[in-house]
């Protein structure tokens, strides 16, 4: 039985599906030959995913392949409420999930998704896989196998398999090129300066924007900050991330890519008093904490598009203010007892996805990581018993797959090599 927040908003929830499916075609051709292939037939899927339009659309096409779903929304402030009605009265998803739920609420839906005792998940930030794990371990042996959408929940997997703790294989949909080199960079890049202007009316350009991170989320927040006029100056830390592989770049490699770029580079004790917006996405926690928030301007506006609402020190600033007065549903003024106002916008909860300002990636951006998604449960169930209890790379050729139908949905075609150029170019003898 679903939990939505009112089932009479399904006829609008319908006509945002009818959207996304005209705009998401490498999904929507996935879906029709889900139909004919039935690849997840009697398989129980569970997802905890932000629960709006495109995730409808990836939803219906995990159906379309033989599977019965569950759904929750893997962050408190991000269902579409229009969208969970349509899909419980018209598709028969049990749905467990509304905008603003409390965290008590938020960890009963997470459960109510798996009490399926579900063969797959899809994940996005991990909680899901870390409840089995953790707290509810007789559900193990059920699954086959489980696909994570986003870097934090991978780095907390990845800390997982170190340890020998995984007890099931996990797939890193997130390290496909055709999710973060796209998803994260330009999804979040237009979704969070859309939703940051929604919620405050105010103009990027002329603004000291300051973005904190600059990983595949903060290179695409930097340069359309820019490019819609900003004065952007990027944040990175003087340090290699604990999780990092030795073959990734480090925060000096990056803080350096951004300064090459033409940024102005800095760290954040001398950015705290230069920025009038400051856009966190670094998945990592009190990236902004109150010793920065002391030298912030008046007015200045703290937004974060990385996955926690850790990123910016929120208990350090309620400790800090005297009063807290709504100016929108996504925005808060804080007035400091120094006098000072500093603005939360959505809580400090992933700005381009909180609801009602956020709206999520673009149509496009989702269907490639979307697409992603159901060719990952359909590898998985197709090598059930047979991938190791690690985290694992998508197959490239389903990758390289899904760049391609993008391009093709843009009605482009790039130059195949010929056999001359493949056999140089795997041979050793000629060019010297
Ligand atoms: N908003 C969205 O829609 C969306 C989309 C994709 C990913 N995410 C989330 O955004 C976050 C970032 O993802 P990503 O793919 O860009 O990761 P990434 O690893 O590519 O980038 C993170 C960057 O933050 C830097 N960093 C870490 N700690 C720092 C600190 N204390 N100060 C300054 N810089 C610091 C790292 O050096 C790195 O360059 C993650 O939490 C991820 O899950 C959000």
């Given at each position: 039985m679903s939990k939505v927040k009112a089932i009479k908003l399904a006829d609008e929830g319908m006509k945002e599906l009818e959207w996304a499916e005209k705009n998401m075609p490498i999904l929507t051709a996935i879906q029709k030959r889900f139909e004919k292939?039935?690849?997840?037939?009697g398989k129980k899927v569970s997802l905890a995913l932000h629960l709006e339009k495109k995730t409808g659309q990836l939803i219906r096409t995990l159906r379309a392949g033989g599977a019965t779903v569950r759904v929750a929304s893997c962050n408190p402030l991000t269902t579409d409420d229009r969208v969970a009605a349509a899909l419980t009265k018209f598709d028969g998803i049990e749905v467990f999930a509304w905008a603003n739920q409390s965290t008590e609420d938020y960890y009963a839906n997470l459960n109510s998704v798996l009490d399926s005792k579900p063969n797959l998940l899809i994940d996005d930030g991990a909680d899901l896989i870390n409840i089995i794990h953790?707290?509810?371990?007789?559900?193990?042996?059920?699954?086959?196998g489980a696909s994570e959408e986003t870097t934090t929940g991978i780095i907390r997997l990845k800390a997982m398999e170190k340890e020998g703790a995984l007890k099931f294989p996990i797939i890193n949909a997130n390290g496909a090129y055709s999710k973060h080199l796209f998803d994260n960079r330009y999804g979040t890049g237009q979704s969070a300066l859309n939703a940051i202007m929604t919620i405050t009316n105010n103009l990027i350009a002329g603004k000291n924007v300051v973005i904190v991170g600059y990983g595949w989320c903060g290179r695409g927040l930097a340069i359309r900050a820019r490019g819609m006029g900003a004065r952007t100056i990027v944040v990175e830390a003087g340090d290699r991330m604990?999780?990092?592989?030795?073959t990734e770049p480090s925060g000096w490699h990056k803080g350096l890519e951004a300064l090459y770029e033409g940024f102005e580079v800095m760290n954040m004790e001398e950015a705290a008093s230069k920025g009038d917006l400051f856009i966190t996405a670094t998945g990592d926690k009190k990236v902004i904490d109150v010793k920065h928030m002391k030298e912030m301007k008046d007015g200045a506006m703290l937004a974060n598009a990385g996955h926690?609402?850790?990123?910016?020190?929120i208990p350090g600033l309620e400790k800090i203010t005297k009063e807290i007065k709504e100016i929108n549903p996504n925005c808060e003024e804080y007035i400091l007892k120094e006098g000072k106002r500093i603005y939360l916008l959505s809580k400090g909860r992933l700005v381009n996805l909180a609801r009602p300002a956020g709206q999520g990636h673009p149509l496009e951006i989702m269907d490639g990581s979307f697409a992603i998604q159901a060719l990952a449960l359909e590898h998985l169930a197709k090598h059930e018993g047979k991938l190791q209890n690690k985290v694992i790379n998508i197959p490239t050729e389903l990758d390289d797959y899904v760049a391609r139908m993008a391009l093709e949905s843009h009605k482009i075609q790039l130059q195949p090599l010929t056999d001359e150029q493949r056999e140089y170019l795997t041979g050793f003898k000629e060019g010297t």
């Open positions: 292939e039935q690849p997840l037939k953790f707290k509810r371990p007789e559900l193990i042996p059920n699954v086959v604990p999780y990092a592989e030795e926690f609402d850790l990123e910016i020190d």
